[in-house]
Structures are given as structure tokens and as C-alpha cells.
């Protein structure tokens, strides 16, 4: 009898565990990023693009003017 109740409690316990289980919330902007575009030089960025390759086209049509470097930051 003892063994029968011992093996319910685990077993109900197991149940309640399983149907219970902990969800973790995803953090939506985990891969919204914000490229930053600033001049090697400078210290506030000249222009922010939501696409790399728009901040790739930025740099390429102003590199004869400035040394631009591409930062990638989590967007908020």
C-alpha cells in the first residue's frame, strides 16, 4: 500500500510538472539590429540604416571623402 501511494505521489507530481513547465519568453527585438555608420575619426555616428547593405552602399558612395567604419548595435 505504502509503495502504491509513494509511486501516485511521484506520479502526480511528474503530471503536474510536465503540464506546468516553465515557458521562457523570447525577446522579440533579440535580432533587430541598427548599423551605425561614423567616421573613423568622428564621435557620433553620420547616419543609421536598419540594413547592412544599405550602410554598405552609405560607405561606398562617400569613401572618397571619409574613412567610415560600420557598427552593429541591438535595437531597443
Known amino acids: 500500500m505504502a509503495a502504491f501511494v509513494k509511486s501516485s505521489i511521484f506520479a502526480a507530481l ?3 510538472l510536465s503540464l506546468c ?3 521562457s ?3 522579440e527585438s533579440a535580432d ?3 548599423y551605425y ?3 573613423i575619426n568622428g564621435t557620433k555616428p553620420d547616419a543609421q540604416f536598419l540594413d547592412r547593405e544599405d550602410a554598405v552602399k552609405y ?4 569613401k572618397e571623402f571619409h574613412n567610415y567604419k560600420i557598427v552593429k548595435a541591438q535595437h531597443e
Open 21 to 23: 513547465g516553465c515557458r
Open 32 to 34: 533587430k539590429y541598427v
Open 37 to 39: 555608420v561614423i567616421d
Open 25 to 27: 519568453i523570447t525577446n
Open 14 to 16: 511528474f503530471l503536474f
Open 59 to 62: 560607405v561606398d558612395a562617400f
